[in-house]
Protein backbone atom coordinates (compact mmCIF):
# COMPACT_ATOMS: atom_id res chain seq x y z
CA UNK A 1 0.00 0.00 0.00
CA UNK A 2 0.76 3.55 -0.65
CA UNK A 3 2.53 5.57 1.82
CA UNK A 4 3.39 8.80 2.57
CA UNK A 5 6.96 8.69 4.68
CA UNK A 6 7.12 10.30 8.18
CA UNK A 7 10.84 11.97 8.79
CA UNK A 8 12.24 12.38 11.92
CA UNK A 9 14.64 15.39 12.72
CA UNK A 10 15.99 15.52 16.20
CA UNK A 11 12.55 15.96 18.32
CA UNK A 12 10.44 17.17 15.16
CA UNK A 13 8.65 15.00 12.80
CA UNK A 14 8.60 16.16 8.96
CA UNK A 15 6.48 15.16 6.30
CA UNK A 16 6.50 16.31 2.25
CA UNK A 17 3.53 15.70 0.61
CA UNK A 18 4.76 15.40 -2.94
CA UNK A 19 1.57 13.75 -4.61
CA UNK A 20 -2.23 14.33 -4.75
CA UNK A 21 -3.87 12.57 -2.23
CA UNK A 22 -6.67 10.51 -2.54
CA UNK A 23 -8.73 10.08 0.76
CA UNK A 24 -7.11 6.94 2.09
CA UNK A 25 -4.04 7.98 1.57
CA UNK A 26 -4.64 11.06 3.68
CA UNK A 27 -6.43 9.36 6.48
CA UNK A 28 -3.35 6.58 6.70
CA UNK A 29 -1.08 9.47 6.67
CA UNK A 30 -3.59 11.15 9.57
CA UNK A 31 -2.78 7.62 11.40
CA UNK A 32 0.57 7.31 10.90
CA UNK A 33 1.30 10.39 12.33
CA UNK A 34 -0.65 10.31 15.41
CA UNK A 35 1.26 6.97 16.22
CA UNK A 36 4.63 8.31 14.96
CA UNK A 37 4.47 11.13 17.47
CA UNK A 38 3.62 8.95 20.45
CA UNK A 39 5.99 6.34 19.79
CA UNK A 40 8.84 8.81 19.28
CA UNK A 41 7.22 11.72 22.08
CA UNK A 42 7.81 14.23 18.60
CA UNK A 43 7.30 17.84 20.39
CA UNK A 44 6.40 19.11 16.88
CA UNK A 45 5.23 18.35 13.38
CA UNK A 46 6.02 20.16 10.10
CA UNK A 47 3.47 19.50 7.38
CA UNK A 48 5.12 20.55 3.99
CA UNK A 49 2.22 20.64 0.88
CA UNK A 50 4.20 23.34 -0.72
CA UNK A 51 3.75 20.57 -3.76
CA UNK A 52 0.10 20.01 -2.69
CA UNK A 53 -2.34 22.13 -5.90
CA UNK A 54 -5.85 20.90 -4.42
CA UNK A 55 -6.98 20.94 -0.50
CA UNK A 56 -10.70 20.51 -0.40
CA UNK A 57 -12.96 19.95 2.30
CA UNK A 58 -11.55 16.90 2.97
CA UNK A 59 -7.94 17.26 3.00
CA UNK A 60 -8.83 20.81 5.13
CA UNK A 61 -10.35 18.28 8.10
CA UNK A 62 -7.71 16.03 7.92
CA UNK A 63 -5.18 18.64 7.82
CA UNK A 64 -6.92 20.17 11.32
CA UNK A 65 -7.75 16.72 12.63
CA UNK A 66 -3.69 15.64 12.53
CA UNK A 67 -3.73 19.57 14.46
CA UNK A 68 -5.49 18.64 16.88
CA UNK A 69 -4.62 15.18 17.78
CA UNK A 70 -1.15 16.10 17.98
CA UNK A 71 -1.89 18.55 20.05
CA UNK A 72 -3.29 16.05 22.23
CA UNK A 73 -0.32 14.78 22.41
CA UNK A 74 1.58 17.61 23.36
CA UNK A 75 3.06 18.45 19.50
CA UNK A 76 2.95 21.47 17.86
CA UNK A 77 1.90 21.04 14.28
CA UNK A 78 2.66 23.34 11.61
CA UNK A 79 1.41 23.55 7.99
CA UNK A 80 4.05 25.06 5.23
CA UNK A 81 4.82 26.42 1.87
CA UNK A 82 1.07 26.63 1.22
CA UNK A 83 0.08 27.39 -2.31
CA UNK A 84 -1.92 31.28 -2.79
CA UNK A 85 -3.97 29.75 -4.91
CA UNK A 86 -4.96 27.14 -2.46
CA UNK A 87 -5.29 29.75 0.50
CA UNK A 88 -7.86 31.93 -2.26
CA UNK A 89 -9.63 28.34 -2.49
CA UNK A 90 -10.00 27.33 0.85
CA UNK A 91 -11.70 30.40 2.27
CA UNK A 92 -13.96 31.38 -0.53
CA UNK A 93 -14.75 27.55 0.36
CA UNK A 94 -15.47 28.44 3.63
CA UNK A 95 -12.42 26.88 5.44
CA UNK A 96 -10.49 28.59 7.74
CA UNK A 97 -8.57 26.19 9.07
CA UNK A 98 -8.94 27.02 12.89
CA UNK A 99 -5.93 26.24 15.30
CA UNK A 100 -3.20 25.30 12.37
CA UNK A 101 -0.30 26.92 12.80
CA UNK A 102 1.34 28.27 9.51
CA UNK A 103 4.72 29.21 8.11
CA UNK A 104 5.72 30.39 4.83
CA UNK A 105 8.39 27.72 4.18
CA UNK A 106 10.31 24.61 5.77
CA UNK A 107 12.69 27.40 7.51
CA UNK A 108 10.65 29.60 9.27
CA UNK A 109 8.07 26.61 10.05
CA UNK A 110 11.39 24.91 11.74
CA UNK A 111 11.75 28.02 13.67
CA UNK A 112 8.25 28.48 14.40
CA UNK A 113 8.14 25.19 16.48
CA UNK A 114 11.30 25.44 17.94
CA UNK A 115 10.37 28.87 19.57
CA UNK A 116 6.81 26.90 20.41
CA UNK A 117 8.96 24.28 22.59
CA UNK A 118 11.24 26.93 24.28
CA UNK A 119 8.24 28.86 25.62
CA UNK A 120 6.35 25.92 26.55
CA UNK A 121 9.61 24.52 28.54
CA UNK A 122 10.29 27.88 30.22
CA UNK A 123 6.95 28.13 31.53
CA UNK A 124 7.07 24.60 33.01
CA UNK A 125 10.25 25.84 34.62
CA UNK A 126 8.88 28.77 36.20
CA UNK A 127 8.04 28.52 40.11
CA UNK A 128 4.45 27.83 40.63
CA UNK A 129 2.85 31.00 41.96
CA UNK A 130 -0.79 29.86 42.52
CA UNK A 131 -0.87 28.58 46.04
CA UNK A 132 -3.66 31.20 47.18
CA UNK A 133 -5.75 29.96 44.00
CA UNK A 134 -8.87 29.83 46.40
CA UNK A 135 -9.41 33.69 46.79
CA UNK A 136 -11.18 34.76 44.03
CA UNK A 137 -10.53 38.76 43.31
CA UNK B 1 -25.43 31.94 -27.43
CA UNK B 2 -23.37 28.75 -25.94
CA UNK B 3 -21.27 26.71 -28.10
CA UNK B 4 -19.64 23.10 -27.13
CA UNK B 5 -16.22 22.88 -28.29
CA UNK B 6 -14.96 19.92 -27.43
CA UNK B 7 -16.29 17.21 -24.84
CA UNK B 8 -15.26 14.18 -22.66
CA UNK B 9 -16.94 12.11 -20.47
CA UNK B 10 -15.14 10.54 -17.67
CA UNK B 11 -16.95 7.38 -15.08
CA UNK B 12 -15.95 7.71 -11.47
CA UNK B 13 -16.23 4.52 -9.61
CA UNK B 14 -13.28 4.48 -6.89
CA UNK B 15 -11.78 6.56 -4.73
CA UNK B 16 -8.12 6.41 -7.01
CA UNK B 17 -10.37 7.67 -10.12
CA UNK B 18 -10.74 11.41 -8.34
CA UNK B 19 -7.19 11.76 -9.06
CA UNK B 20 -6.92 11.25 -12.41
CA UNK B 21 -10.52 13.54 -12.76
CA UNK B 22 -8.75 16.30 -11.23
CA UNK B 23 -5.86 15.86 -13.46
CA UNK B 24 -8.37 15.83 -16.58
CA UNK B 25 -9.97 18.64 -15.46
CA UNK B 26 -7.12 20.71 -15.11
CA UNK B 27 -5.76 19.78 -18.68
CA UNK B 28 -8.88 20.79 -20.14
CA UNK B 29 -8.97 24.28 -17.78
CA UNK B 30 -4.73 24.58 -19.19
CA UNK B 31 -5.87 24.30 -22.73
CA UNK B 32 -8.20 27.18 -22.38
CA UNK B 33 -5.49 29.13 -20.54
CA UNK B 34 -7.59 29.43 -17.44
CA UNK B 35 -5.31 31.10 -14.59
CA UNK B 36 -3.64 29.31 -11.79
CA UNK B 37 -6.50 30.46 -9.02
CA UNK B 38 -9.67 30.07 -11.01
CA UNK B 39 -7.88 26.50 -12.49
CA UNK B 40 -7.78 25.99 -8.38
CA UNK B 41 -10.90 27.02 -7.76
CA UNK B 42 -12.57 24.81 -10.52
CA UNK B 43 -10.78 21.55 -9.28
CA UNK B 44 -11.43 21.65 -5.62
CA UNK B 45 -15.32 22.18 -6.80
CA UNK B 46 -14.90 19.09 -8.65
CA UNK B 47 -13.11 17.18 -6.24
CA UNK B 48 -15.96 18.00 -3.42
CA UNK B 49 -18.92 17.34 -6.03
CA UNK B 50 -17.36 13.71 -7.02
CA UNK B 51 -16.51 12.90 -3.45
CA UNK B 52 -20.66 13.47 -2.60
CA UNK B 53 -20.86 11.06 -5.82
CA UNK B 54 -18.86 8.64 -4.45
CA UNK B 55 -19.53 9.05 -0.78
CA UNK B 56 -23.41 9.49 -1.76
CA UNK B 57 -24.51 7.30 -4.64
CA UNK B 58 -21.22 5.24 -5.23
CA UNK B 59 -19.98 6.92 -8.19
CA UNK B 60 -21.23 8.02 -11.09
CA UNK B 61 -20.52 9.83 -14.59
CA UNK B 62 -19.35 13.84 -14.84
CA UNK B 63 -18.70 14.66 -18.81
CA UNK B 64 -16.28 17.90 -18.86
CA UNK B 65 -16.89 20.39 -21.74
CA UNK B 66 -15.14 23.44 -23.21
CA UNK B 67 -17.77 26.33 -23.48
CA UNK B 68 -17.88 29.33 -25.20
CA UNK B 69 -20.31 32.25 -24.94
CA UNK B 70 -19.91 35.62 -26.47
CA UNK B 71 -16.10 35.77 -26.22
CA UNK B 72 -16.06 34.05 -22.58
CA UNK B 73 -14.94 30.47 -22.55
CA UNK B 74 -15.05 28.24 -19.89
CA UNK B 75 -15.19 24.77 -18.62
CA UNK B 76 -18.69 22.98 -18.04
CA UNK B 77 -18.64 19.95 -15.78
CA UNK B 78 -21.90 17.86 -15.56
CA UNK B 79 -21.84 15.35 -12.41
CA UNK B 80 -24.70 12.29 -12.94
CA UNK B 81 -25.31 9.55 -10.32
CA UNK B 82 -27.91 7.16 -9.75
CA UNK B 83 -27.97 7.87 -6.00
CA UNK B 84 -30.51 8.25 -3.83
CA UNK B 85 -31.16 11.54 -4.61
CA UNK B 86 -31.39 14.57 -2.31
CA UNK B 87 -34.92 15.19 -0.75
CA UNK B 88 -34.36 18.94 0.47
CA UNK B 89 -31.94 20.83 -1.95
CA UNK B 90 -32.77 24.25 -0.05
CA UNK B 91 -31.36 22.53 3.02
CA UNK B 92 -28.39 21.02 1.53
CA UNK B 93 -26.96 23.78 0.27
CA UNK B 94 -27.06 25.62 3.87
CA UNK B 95 -23.16 25.63 5.04
CA UNK B 96 -22.90 23.33 7.98
CA UNK B 97 -25.49 21.16 7.19
CA UNK B 98 -24.55 17.15 6.35
CA UNK B 99 -25.96 14.13 6.78
CA UNK B 100 -22.71 12.29 6.49
CA UNK B 101 -19.82 13.24 8.75
CA UNK B 102 -18.36 15.80 6.97
CA UNK B 103 -18.24 19.47 7.31
CA UNK B 104 -21.14 20.29 5.33
CA UNK B 105 -19.16 22.69 2.81
CA UNK B 106 -19.33 20.82 0.25
CA UNK B 107 -22.18 21.95 -1.98
CA UNK B 108 -22.71 25.67 -0.90
CA UNK B 109 -18.77 25.98 -0.69
CA UNK B 110 -18.27 24.52 -4.26
CA UNK B 111 -21.13 26.95 -5.40
CA UNK B 112 -18.89 30.12 -4.07
CA UNK B 113 -16.02 28.70 -6.46
CA UNK B 114 -17.83 28.49 -9.31
CA UNK B 115 -19.37 30.95 -11.84
CA UNK B 116 -22.42 29.25 -12.23
CA UNK B 117 -23.99 26.06 -10.40
CA UNK B 118 -27.11 24.50 -11.12
CA UNK B 119 -28.88 20.89 -9.24
CA UNK B 120 -31.45 18.59 -10.19
CA UNK B 121 -32.22 15.67 -7.89
CA UNK B 122 -35.17 13.29 -7.47
CA UNK B 123 -35.40 10.94 -4.27
CA UNK B 124 -34.88 7.29 -5.79
CA UNK B 125 -33.57 8.69 -8.71
CA UNK B 126 -30.39 10.50 -8.61
CA UNK B 127 -29.02 13.89 -8.70
CA UNK B 128 -27.28 15.58 -11.77
CA UNK B 129 -24.88 19.07 -10.58
CA UNK B 130 -24.01 21.23 -13.44
CA UNK B 131 -20.93 23.60 -12.70
CA UNK B 132 -19.33 26.57 -15.61
CA UNK B 133 -16.63 28.08 -14.53
CA UNK B 134 -15.61 31.34 -16.64
CA UNK B 135 -11.79 31.42 -17.84
CA UNK B 136 -12.12 35.26 -16.38
CA UNK B 137 -14.70 34.46 -13.86
Known amino acids: MERI ?11 TIQVDLYDRLALTLESDLVQAISKTGAQGVLIDISAVSIVDSFMGRIIGNIASMA ?30 QTALNVEKGMQLLQSRIQVTASVEEA ?10 E | MLVVLNKDAFQI ?6 ILFRNRVKE ?22 VRNMLRYASGGEVLIEVITRGR ?4 RLTFKDQGPGIPDIKLAMQDGYSTGRSLGLGL ?13 ST ?7 TIVKWKNG
Open chain 2, 123 to 129: VGVGTTV
Open chain 1, 127 to 136: PNEDDDAGSP
Open chain 2, 13 to 18: QREQDV
Open chain 2, 108 to 120: PGTKRLVSEFDIK
Open chain 1, 71 to 100: RLLDAYTVVVGMQPAVAITLIELGLTLPGV
Open chain 1, 5 to 15: PILRMGSFLLV
Open chain 2, 28 to 49: FAVRIGMGVVNQTKLITAASEL
Open chain 2, 72 to 75: ENGI
